[in-house]
């Protein structure tokens, strides 16, 4: 049986394969440590909506995946990012510009959060463990309160120190 797939620019069509892409099944997309401080790869699109990437031990320098331009279409639509290992670099997610916001409550460790809206990246520090993810949703093309990271996860004890709004 073919795959059936769904992206914005096709809609609904069939391509080789098994299963239903876009619609039930989740997208996993392993990250590639790019050994420097450079991008991991291309920004991310909004066919990848729903998405869960993966992100490994880094070995080099801040690592860093830039988040789509908001438009209408993109609102709603969301990523999530598990550190399948401990980094050793930061990983950071990056808006467009730097007029792009994220709002985020980053744990304190005791219980309470920090709250900041005035971010253009999110990351995942350098100590993040197995373990460490978020999820970052569009949910405005209003610039200054365009992003939202929520399921923030800890891989570490204390729960606190893994997660950053720079």
Same mark, same amino acid.
């Given at each position: 049986?073919?795959?059936v797939?769904y #992206?914005?620019a096709? %809609? $609904?069509?069939q @391509?080789s %394969?098994?299963g239903?892409?876009g619609?039930?099944?989740?997208?996993?997309i392993?990250?590639?440590?790019a050994g420097?401080?450079? /991008? &991991?790869?291309?920004?991310?699109t @909004? =066919? @990848?909506?729903?998405?869960l990437?993966?992100? +490994?031990?880094l !070995? !080099?320098?801040?690592?860093?995946?830039? $988040? +789509?331009?908001?438009?209408?279409?993109?609102v709603?639509?969301?990523? =999530?990012?598990? /550190? &399948?290992?401990t980094?050793?670099?930061?990983?950071?997610?990056?808006?467009?510009?730097s007029a792009?916001k994220? &709002?985020t409550?980053e744990? =304190? %460790? =005791?219980?309470?959060? !920090?709250?900041?809206?005035?971010?253009d990246?999110?990351?995942?520090?350098a100590? /993040?463990?197995?373990?460490?993810?978020?999820r970052?949703?569009?949910?405005s #093309?209003?610039?200054?309160?365009?992003w939202?990271?929520?399921?923030? !996860?800890? %891989? $570490?004890?204390?729960?606190?120190?893994e997660?950053v709004?720079?």
């Amino acid at each position: 049986m073919p795959k059936v797939s769904y #992206t914005a620019a096709k %809609g $609904l069509f069939q @391509e080789s %394969g098994n299963g239903v892409n876009g619609l039930l099944r989740r997208q996993v997309i392993a990250l590639t440590d790019a050994g420097g401080a450079t /991008a &991991i790869r291309s920004a991310i699109t @909004e =066919d @990848e909506s729903g998405a869960l990437f993966l992100v +490994p031990a880094l !070995t !080099t320098g801040t690592q860093t995946l830039a $988040l +789509p331009a908001p438009t209408a279409s993109l609102v709603g639509c969301y990523y =999530d990012f598990l /550190a &399948i290992d401990t980094l050793g670099q930061i990983f950071s997610v990056d808006t467009d510009a730097s007029a792009t916001k994220i &709002i985020t409550a980053e744990p =304190d %460790g =005791d219980g309470t959060v !920090t709250i900041n809206a005035a971010a253009d990246k999110f990351r995942l520090t350098a100590s /993040a463990a197995k373990g460490a993810g978020f999820r970052i949703t569009c949910i405005s #093309t209003t610039a200054a309160i365009c992003w939202h990271v929520s399921n923030i !996860t800890s %891989g $570490l004890a204390a729960g606190t120190g893994e997660h950053v709004a720079a």
